[in-house]
């Protein structure tokens, strides 16, 4: 009968510590100038923006107040004070069946961005998500 305690107290709590070991990289997606959280309740706590020249800026997902899309624009983003934009195009478009940029945003699935340089740009097929650039608005 004792041999049945304890096996039955600690295999909670190794469910438990799975639960909260960091997600691997493998549940990361890497779509090209995005990327995308595969598990069905994995959440990104920020959004990293990388830079072309090799500098990034992440923001807590929980300062994003508002998200705003027009096709001529690209997607504005409204952080405490700031107004980010993303210009590129096909920004609401499918990148594979289920994965859209704009919609990844709204749900936290997208960990990151990033601006293609002029050579990816020049390379990429006209259906595909393509991010040319930033514009940050009142960044300190």
Excluded at 3 to 20: M, N, S
Excluded at 83 to 110: A, C
Aim: proline letters at 5%; charged letters at 40%.
């Amino acid at each position: 009968m004792s041999d049945r305690i304890l096996p039955r107290y600690t295999a909670g709590r190794q469910h438990a510590a799975k639960l909260e070991e960091p997600a691997n990289d493998d549940a990361i997606e890497d779509l090209g100038c995005f990327a995308w959280l595969r598990g069905l309740r994995e959440r990104a706590p920020m959004l990293e923006f990388r830079r072309k020249d090799g500098r990034s800026v992440a923001y807590d997902y929980t300062l994003l107040r508002k998200v705003e899309f027009d096709p001529s624009e690209g997607i504005t983003l409204h952080i405490d004070d700031e107004k980010i934009r993303i210009i590129g195009r096909n920004l609401d478009d499918e990148s594979r069946p289920g994965i859209q940029l704009l919609r990844g945003i709204h749900y936290r699935r997208v960990p990151w961005v990033r601006e293609l340089d002029e050579d990816e740009l020049f390379k990429a097929p006209e259906a595909v998500t393509v991010i040319e650039r930033f514009d940050f608005k009142g960044a300190k």
